[in-house]
């Protein structure tokens, strides 16, 4: 296995509300140096079909993102592994959410992208003082629910946070 390292910064500013946590890059993401980058993850398409646009790149995604106080990350800084399943990342060192939380007072809420984020983060950071909200993955590894059923999630936390 090998020691990888976060490669890209949070998107997110002063007014971001809500900050959407994966777990960790996968290896697409890695190599397109953006977030939920493989080509069947269904975060983009969910948030197309929520606000009814159309992404064209990574400037039109991170200008939405930012347009629409939605922040994204990872709880992951570094792990080892050797490919993108979730189940595969070992030796966690977890990002800095306390400093995070500190310098953008105005997240309101932790959206969690899938079970193994919403788990690390609880394993570093449970007494942490913000809304934790876990989210179905939208790795194509998970199946248990329809895309249908996955975007009236997250309309419901968008909606509860005023997006």
């Not at 509300?17 to 397109?32: D, T, W």
């Not at 948030?47 to 990574?58: A, C, P, Q, R, S």
């Not at 990872?74 to 310098?103: G, Q, W, Y």
Request: hydrophobic share 35%; charged share 25%.
């Amino acid at each position: 296995m090998n020691t990888h390292i976060h490669p890209f910064s949070p998107i997110l500013d002063q007014h971001t509300k809500i900050l959407f946590l994966g777990s960790f890059p996968s290896i697409a993401s890695f190599e397109q140096s953006f977030y939920y980058a493989h080509a069947r993850n269904a975060f983009w398409p969910i948030m197309e079909e929520i606000f009814g646009i159309t992404f064209k790149n990574n400037d039109d995604k991170k200008s939405f993102c930012l347009a629409h106080k939605i922040g994204l990350w990872d709880v992951i800084a570094s792990c080892e592994r050797s490919n993108s399943s979730d189940t595969n990342l070992k030796n966690c060192i977890p990002n800095d959410f306390e400093k995070l939380l500190h310098d953008y007072p105005k997240i309101k809420a932790l959206g969690f992208t899938g079970k193994k984020s919403y788990d690390l983060f609880m394993k570093y950071y449970k007494d942490l003082n913000v809304e934790k909200v876990l989210l179905p993955s939208t790795s194509p590894a998970y199946a248990a629910m329809t895309r249908e059923e996955k975007v009236k999630k997250y309309q419901e936390v968008l909606v509860r946070y005023g997006i």
